[in-house]
C-alpha cells in the first residue's frame, strides 16, 4: 500500500503568490517523521523542512511551512511568496521510527510563471 | 567534509553486465540508503542499512545486492544487468538521532542498460 500519496503531479503559481504542496500519508506507527525535498532540474535532493510526529507546531524554515494536521494525516508544504527558483519537483516523506525506512512519494512538479 | 559521495555519476552497461556502485559517506552516520528515481518518478527504496554488518530490503531490491562492511562504505551490487534497472541511483545517509535527523543524498549515478 502506498504510503506517502501526493495528487498533485504539476502546478503553475504567479511568482509571488503563496502555494501549498499536498501530502497525505498513512502510518499505524506514532512515532514518525515527515520531510519535504526539492529536486531542482540539476538533480540534487535538497532537505526543506522536518516535522516529527509529536511536534505540537507546525514547522517553518523561512519561506517554507509544514501544515501538520495528524488527525487527517496530512503534511502540506506551504511555499510564501514564490520565487522562480522555486521552480523544481517537490517531495514528501515519510520516517517510520520502528523500522527507519524513509519512503517517498511521487513528487509535485511546480512551475513558478514569471 | 565531502559528505555524501557516489561513484561513477554517469554509466552505460550493455544487458547482462554487472556493476557495482559505490557510495561512500564521511559524517559518521550509521544509517545509509539506496533509492532509485526512473524518469518524472518519485525515489523508490532498494535497500537500507542501520549500521556495518546489517542491511535490510526496501520497496524495490529485486536485482540488486548490498553489503555494509564498514561505517563508511555502502556499495550497491547490479547482477545481470536488465533495461528496466535504467534509472537514477542516489545513495543517502543520515545520523542516529531522533527527531529531526535529515537524509543527506549524493549527487546520483545515471545509469543506462542497453
Known amino acids: 500500500a502506498q504510503k506517502i500519496t501526493q495528487t498533485q503531479p504539476g502546478m503553475f503559481v504567479q511568482e509571488k503568490e503563496a502555494v501549498t504542496l499536498d501530502c497525505t500519508y498513512d502510518?499505524?506507527?506514532?512515532?514518525?517523521?515527515l520531510f519535504w525535498y526539492k529536486q531542482p532540474s540539476s538533480g540534487e535532493m535538497i532537505f526543506l523542512i522536518y516535522q516529527g510526529s509529536y511536534d505540537e507546531q507546525n514547522a517553518t524554515e523561512g519561506r517554507y511551512s509544514l501544515n501538520f494536521q495528524k488527525a487527517r494525516k496530512s503534511a502540506n508544504l506551504v511555499i510564501s511568496a514564490s520565487q522562480l527558483g522555486d521552480s523544481a519537483m517537490y517531495f514528501c516523506a515519510m520516517r517510520e521510527n520502528r523500522d527507519d525506512k524513509i519512503i517517498f512519494g511521487k513528487g509535485t512538479r511546480l512551475h513558478i510563471l514569471p | 567534509n565531502a559528505g555524501v559521495t557516489q561513484t561513477p555519476k554517469f554509466r552505460i552497461l550493455k544487458i547482462g553486465q554487472s556493476m557495482t556502485l559505490q557510495c561512500t559517506q564521511d559524517?559518521?552516520?550509521?544509517?545509509m540508503y539506496w533509492y532509485r528515481q526512473d524518469p518524472g518518478m518519485g525515489l523508490k527504496l532498494i535497500y537500507y542499512?542501520?549500521?556495518?554488518?546489517?542491511?535490510d530490503k526496501g520497496e524495490v531490491p529485486n536485482g540488486y545486492n548490498v553489503s555494509r562492511s564498514t561505517t563508511e562504505d555502502f556499495p550497491l551490487r547490479l547482477e545481470l544487468a536488465a533495461p528496466s534497472q535504467t534509472s537514477v541511483y542516489f545513495c543517502?545517509?543520515?545520523?542516529?538521532?531522533?527527531?529531526?535527523?535529515?537524509?543527506?543524498f549524493g549527487q546520483g549515478t545515471r545509469l543506462t542498460v542497453v
Open positions: 559524517m559518521n552516520h550509521n544509517y
Open positions: 543517502a545517509s543520515r545520523p542516529q538521532l531522533t527527531g529531526e535527523s535529515k537524509a543527506f
Open positions: 542499512s542501520v549500521g556495518a554488518g546489517i542491511t
Open positions: 502510518t499505524s506507527d506514532q512515532s514518525y517523521g
